[in-house]
């Protein structure tokens, strides 16, 4: 099977841009998370959707957003950009049913907002 | 709410040493275990898990983790290292109540020649 992908690796905005990344997960897994990653934060969780219904939810601010369509994939939004949000930003996804706990994961997003 | 604790932040060790990487975790019910690897401008790939059962897990590479319930901790060890060892381990819990899963600060292995 394909593993995890995302588009574009790599990303340089400005402040106050819009940008969106977008994941596809692996053939067969219903359910997407995305996490923020960067040297100071760690991991940091976004969200995660399943069965296009977003079913988790981070500490993060409502510029952060994202959906699910009915193939899986999914997208992540951020809405005016600030120099914090440079970050890796990494998709995860995994089966979905209870009990299944195992994420996969994407080379994930590089984001450079200057 | 289950959390994480990576209790190095970096560890350096020679080629062929044994290596240990140490993760304690605190949640209130049942938990899976995992550990995670992460190579430079790459993504996390999965080592090993722990869901139920023995409580030791092996895992690729030649990684193994031992569950230790009673001191809640959940230690990666390899005997001998190699060099492409090199990158930044991250330990993760979830528990039986929620889907979420929680990852810790994360340890950087450096092996060195």
């Known amino acids: 099977k394909a593993g995890v992908t995302q588009t574009p690796r790599y990303l340089i905005k400005t402040r106050g841009q819009q940008v969106t990344l977008s994941c596809s997960p692996i053939s067969g897994h219903r359910s997407v998370s995305w996490y923020q990653q960067t040297p100071g934060q760690g991991l940091q969780f976004l969200f995660e959707?399943?069965?296009?219904?977003?079913?988790n939810k981070g500490n993060f601010p409502g510029r952060f957003s994202g959906r699910q369509f009915s193939n899986s994939r999914s997208e992540m939004n951020v809405s005016t950009l600030e120099l914090g949000d440079s970050a890796l930003y990494l998709c995860?996804?995994?089966?979905?049913?209870?009990?299944?706990?195992?994420?996969?994961f994407g080379p994930g997003t590089r984001l450079t907002v200057t | 709410a289950q959390s994480v604790t990576q209790l190095d932040s970096q560890v350096p060790v020679f080629e062929e040493a044994p290596v240990e990487l140490r993760c304690n975790y605190s949640s209130s019910v049942s938990v899976y275990l995992f550990w995670y690897v992460q190579y430079p401008n790459q993504g996390l790939q999965l080592l090993l898990k722990?869901?139920?059962?023995?409580?030791l897990v092996k895992g690729i590479n030649g990684f193994e983790a031992e569950f230790n319930k009673s001191q809640t901790s959940f230690h990666l060890r390899k005997p001998s290292v190699h060099i492409s060892d090199t990158a930044e381990y991250f330990c993760?819990?979830?528990?039986?109540?929620?889907?979420?899963?929680?990852f810790g600060a994360g340890t950087r292995l450096t092996v060195k020649p």
């Open positions: 959707y399943f069965s296009e219904t977003q079913r």
């Open positions: 993760a819990v979830s528990d039986l109540r929620n889907n979420d899963m929680r």
């Open positions: 722990y869901l139920s059962g023995s409580t």
């Open positions: 995860a996804s995994r089966a979905g049913s209870s009990g299944v706990r195992e994420q996969y």
